[in-house]
């Protein structure tokens, strides 16, 4: 007997769990002036309302956007700029254990009416068992925990942001399988990610 495996996107979001993601990668940095669609990144913190137990996030936001900048979306003629540093306190989003199974959808309620429609938003958590999750299409946003910012999890979920489903080539930055060789794009996932962009009223 056969069976044949139906992946089904019922959900908007995807959770995107892997675990795999922490070996380190070296992708030479290439930097263009010559982009066809840029896209402003507002970076949101997510904080508890208890004031004492917020945490303390050491990101370079600067450094953060170079490095996908130059490990990912350059080479293709799209550029990421640096937008608003923000901060949400949402308790729901800050645990994200407590939710577990239930990330996405607790990601998707909870910003609904928060994000803004004209950028790239990313949230930056703690706290989750998931490494990182994404809307898909014309919807940029994405939740990345903070260990993962620096690895291909961060460029996997911004593709999903910008119209993009899983791909099963191996390196594609939108595999699913050993995502630390994530690495390239197809022509195609640059079109659509392009097309999206064209669709976002920039600034
Ligand atoms: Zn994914």
């Given amino acids: 007997m056969k069976f044949f495996t139906v992946v089904l996107f019922l959900f908007f979001f995807i959770s995107c769990t892997v675990e795999d993601d922490y070996v380190p990668f070296q992708i030479e ?80 309620t909870q910003t609904q009416n928060l994000y803004n429609k004209n950028r790239m938003n990313i949230y930056v958590v703690k706290r989750a068992h998931t490494s ?12 990345i925990t903070d260990e993962f910012l620096f690895t291909p999890t961060a460029p996997h979920e911004i593709g999903h942001a910008l119209g993009l489903f899983h791909s099963t080539i191996e390196g594609n930055v939108m595999s699913k399988i050993r995502p630390h060789m994530r690495k390239d794009f197809t022509n195609a996932q640059v079109d659509q990610m392009k097309n999206t962009m064209k669709k976002i009223e920039n600034f």
Avoid: M
């Fill in 132 to 143: 990182a999750i994404a809307g898909i299409g014309k919807d940029q946003r994405a939740l």
């Fill in 29 to 108: 940095q290439v930097f263009s002036d010559d982009l066809q669609q840029t896209i402003k990144v507002d970076i949101i913190y997510v904080q508890p309302s208890i004031t004492s137990s917020q945490s303390s996030f050491n990101l370079d936001e600067t450094a953060f956007i170079q490095n996908l900048n130059g490990s990912f979306f350059h080479r293709y003629g799209i550029g990421l700029e640096i937008g608003d540093i923000k901060t949400l306190v949402n308790d729901e989003l800050y645990d994200l254990r407590d939710n577990s199974g239930e990330e996405s959808r607790v990601f998707l």
